[in-house]
């Protein structure tokens, strides 16, 4: 019981998220893109190479 007013709220939003028309600005979107673009390819100017095996995490968890 109490779920009802949360719902109302979630289905709110979700109608106002679905239906309300937002401004797109494709000049911020590209500035982060390329930030992006360049933090991945390894030159953020971080002292560790770059990890290539995802499962070496779970290498720990094995001991």
């Known amino acids: 019981m109490g779920r009802g007013r ?3 709220k979630q289905t709110k939003v979700a109608r106002e ?3 309300s028309s937002h401004e797109t600005d494709f ?3 590209q500035r ?3 930030t992006d673009e360049r933090s991945a390819n390894g030159s ?3 002292d560790e190479p770059p990890h290539d095996d995802p499962y070496d995490d ?3 968890y094995r001991r």
């Open 17 to 19: 998220l679905k239906y």
């Open 58 to 60: 779970y290498d720990d």
């Open 32 to 34: 982060e893109l390329s």
């Open 6 to 8: 949360a719902k109302a």
């Open 27 to 29: 000049a911020a979107l």
């Open 44 to 46: 953020g100017g971080g």
